[in-house]
């Protein structure tokens, strides 16, 4: 169908628009025709309206991204624009080790359907890096959710179970481990639920497989196999619903946009395109590999071609298709899940249809499933454009230079500063007393222990599990076997401080990464980001994104690659979800969340942040800021108030963080934490009961000299970083020398006591008792009460 774009007034082309659920502009519409020299079909719409969405094209923040991120570095082999980034890990044996990382966001679909759109974004996040011919070892979610005590809080919290239920059983069900994430309570996700997915693999260096047509395919024909389930009207206009302000009134209307998952066709997939993949190796054939995401058929042909440098020319009548009369503009664009694209020569297309066909049999395992050749490579011809050709039998549904497609528009939108609220000095504090805020703070949804939000998550299927989430900062596996080098991950973002200070909220994500890699023994060796904001035409929201993003570059030049001079800490892949926020114009507070990631060369030397041994002594390694805005404490007596975050000196902290390496490498440490969320009493419950909430051993604290710099409350509840680590007594000493030779502050706070309790002295108030017992009791009674179905 023709969409007579130039004939059409503004008021004739918005409902034409409509009529086809475009959410593109007027003048891009207008554009569009213009650019190919005539009306363009409905189905041209549609894919141009997919391809320049938001969600894919980067529309607004591709400029941002590519001006204040450090992308390149000695270790990265492949890095943003690929499915996923990819960097050195590691050699043995004689063969080189890569990992492969993708971090996508589910936000939208998750909040419409939260079973469903956590499942499928665990299931699209892991097809990216299975389509650099990598073998997924894990996945990592944090997740941002609603006020559970406030007036969504039923919704909110339901939509918290069945998050986490869809991936759970996507995940388990794959065989996939979790190997972390995180969760955050606050009243700005009351609209808008965050579902940020990490997918990890390792790959060997010569086995990486890219997401575009090999250069290959300019001296023999290059076809095009589509592989998976049947395309249907699922995830139609996902990309779309992805790039505007969730509207709750037609939430249901949403739920055709939202994709459905099939983990145990995904299963069967995973296994057939291993052997495809090997069959390719085997035989030194050069491939393309893409998984289907946004867009589709008419996305992953059109992308694959054109990062090659080719063209291309598809047949839909060729394609398994759900129904015979599915609209040609669905059956191009549709989000139709565990869909698969390879690019190959056309000689070896018949051995590549019987792997998946007749040896793997997708199609007795799902109706339609299968493999199909559905177009050919075309070949650029010097002086003419690279066309892309979308037809369907005889009818000619797309002819377009293929690179009008990929290229997208740009906007430079506006830019202004918000408002600052006021600022206040003095924390209201009422007389409060340290012992009962602890108590009231570790029982609080911030602080709680999250084991009964994720105990349906496998971390430790596939045995490569070194130390299971929450039972360090970081998670730690070992991605080779045979090898003891790991890998550790953490995922990170705090809102609180974000909300404040957007560019110092972008710095503390990447800073709290590189602390937590630390804790572990870990070199932090690069990171990817989700940068999730409300919507980016709004000059406001557009400032909050370009400070975020301006402080997540800063702190990855300054911190850098301890162990590569020079190279600074690089951004390897990522995403950007913008329009979090519902159709009242109620945003999401600014929301950069960075996975980070580091290498530990013997995981035998890595260390939990569990206490071990009475006696030994613990110590407060680092400088020490009593700013208390951003803090959870700060949070929970007035969610308005607002002060100055903690400052970062980049060169303290990257003191701190080879002293804690080397405790680590010297076998001193027995336990490390950072000072995070809780500020340093909270960091010693976490220590002295263990990621189980088990009694464990008690503290015995003195923190005169904290007090005496900052008051009772930013000594036991600031969150300025800083470490606790448990020395061995008989190496305190050497710890303390390599404190002083990096010229960190290293102050003995403590030891660890055989009593069950927390003690602390030096406190204007009065010394201050609190029972591991009560704590306990705090942190493990909240999450069963919160996610309780019958009291929801």
């Not at 459905?260 to 057939?272: C, E, G, N, S, W």
């Not at 830019?415 to 206040?424: V, Y």
């Not at 991605?479 to 995922?491: K, Q, R």
Request: hydrophobic fraction near 40%; proline fraction near 5%; include cysteine.
């Amino acid at each position: 169908m023709i969409v007579p774009v130039h004939r059409l007034d503004d008021d004739g082309l918005r409902e034409a628009l409509g009529e086809l659920s475009l959410t593109m502009t007027l003048d891009e519409a207008r554009k569009v025709a213009e650019m190919i020299g005539r009306d363009p079909t409905d189905t041209e719409l549609t894919l141009f309206d997919t391809m320049w969405s938001e969600h894919c094209s980067y529309k607004s923040s591709r400029r941002v991204l590519k001006e204040h991120l450090p992308t390149e570095a000695g270790n990265v082999i492949l890095g943003p624009g690929e499915d996923a980034g990819i960097i050195r890990f590691a050699e043995v044996d004689g063969k080189k080790w890569a990992i492969a990382v993708a971090h996508e966001s589910h936000n939208h679909p998750s909040q419409v359907m939260p079973v469903e759109g956590a499942a499928t974004g665990i299931g699209g996040v892991v097809r990216d890096v299975y389509c650099m011919g990598a073998e997924v070892i894990g996945v990592l979610d944090p997740l941002r959710f609603g006020n559970p005590a406030g007036e969504n809080g039923e919704r909110s919290l339901e939509i918290a179970r069945e998050v986490t239920e869809g991936i759970a059983m996507y995940g388990n069900a794959l065989g996939v481990p979790n190997l972390g994430g995180d969760v955050v309570f606050d009243s700005c996700y009351d609209d808008n639920c965050l579902v940020n997915v990490v997918a990890v693999g390792v790959v060997r260096e010569d086995q990486i497989v890219r997401s575009r047509v090999p250069e290959e395919a300019l001296d023999e024909p290059y076809d095009l196999i589509l592989v998976g389930k049947p395309t249907d009207w699922s995830g139609m206009g996902g990309a779309a619903f992805a790039s505007a302000d969730l509207d709750h009134a037609a939430a249901l209307d949403n739920k055709g946009s939202v994709q459905v998952a099939d983990p145990f066709l995904k299963r069967m997939l995973v296994v057939a395109n291993r052997a495809a993949l090997e069959y390719c190796r085997e035989k030194k054939i050069a491939v393309g590999f893409k998984d289907l995401g946004a867009g589709g058929i008419a996305c992953v042909s059109s992308e694959m071609a054109d990062a090659g440098g080719f063209g291309i020319e598809l047949d839909l009548e060729l394609a398994s298709l759900a129904t015979d009369d599915l609209p040609d503009r669905v059956a191009a664009c549709s989000e139709t899940q565990e869909r698969f694209a390879w690019a190959v020569p056309s000689r070896v297309s018949q051995d590549i249809l019987k792997i998946y066909n007749e040896t793997y049999e997708l199609g007795a395992m799902y109706e339609g499933a299968g493999a199909r050749v559905i177009g050919t490579v075309l070949k650029p011809e010097k002086g003419e454009p690279r066309m892309y050709r979308l037809k369907r039998g005889a009818e000619m549904l797309v002819d377009v230079p293929v690179e009008l497609i990929t290229e997208g528009v740009r906007y430079d939108r506006p830019k202004q500063a918000r408002t600052a609220a006021p600022s206040r000095d003095d924390l209201p504090l009422g007389g409060r007393e340290v012992a009962a805020t602890l108590l009231e703070l570790a029982g609080s949804e911030h602080l709680c222990n999250r084991r009964e939000l994720f105990n349906h998550y496998d971390a430790e299927v596939q045995a490569r599990t070194a130390i299971k989430p929450g039972a360090a900062d970081a998670g730690l596996v070992m991605p080779v076997p045979g090898s003891a080098a790991g890998l550790a991950l953490t995922v990170d973002g705090n809102p609180r401080i974000a909300r404040i200070d957007p560019y110092m909220g972008g710095v503390s994500a990447v800073v709290e990464s590189v602390r937590n890699l630390a804790c572990v023994g870990a070199v932090a060796s690069a990171i990817t980001d989700c940068l999730n904001y409300g919507n980016p035409e709004q000059p406001e929201v557009f400032w909050d994104f370009e400070e975020g993003v301006r402080g997540i570059g800063d702190a990855c030049r300054a911190i850098g690659r301890l162990d590569a001079d020079g190279d600074p800490l690089p951004v390897i892949s990522g995403n950007v979800s913008f329009y979090n926020q519902s159709s009242t114009g109620r945003a999401i507070a600014p929301s950069p969340i960075v996975c980070g990631m580091g290498i530990v060369a013997d995981v035998a030397r890595s260390r939990s942040m569990a206490l071990t041994r009475a006696g030994n002594p613990v110590y407060r390694l680092g400088s020490f800021d009593p700013a208390l805005g951003g803090s959870v404490l700060a949070h929970v007596i007035d969610p308005a108030w607002r002060s100055a975050v903690p400052a970062v000196d980049y060169d303290q902290l990257k003191s701190e963080l080879r002293t804690v390496l080397q405790a680590h490498h010297g076998g001193w440490a027995e336990a490390v934490h950072d000072i995070g969320e809780g500020g340093l009493l909270m960091a010693v419950t976490e220590m002295a009961l263990g990621a189980e909430g088990r009694l464990r051993n008690g503290v015995n604290l003195d923190l005169t000299d904290l007090v005496a710099e900052g008051g009772d409350f930013a000594a036991c509840f600031g969150e300025g970083g800083g470490f606790l680590v448990e020395v061995s007594d008989e190496h305190r000493e050497a710890f303390e020398a390599a404190a002083r030779a990096q010229g960190v502050r290293c102050l003995r706070v403590g030891s660890v006591a055989e009593t069950p309790t927390i003690t602390v002295a030096g406190l204007a108030q009065g010394p201050a008792t609190i029972a591991l017992e009560d704590l306990a009791e705090a942190r493990e009674a909240t999450m069963p009460r919160m996610l309780s179905r019958e009291e929801a």
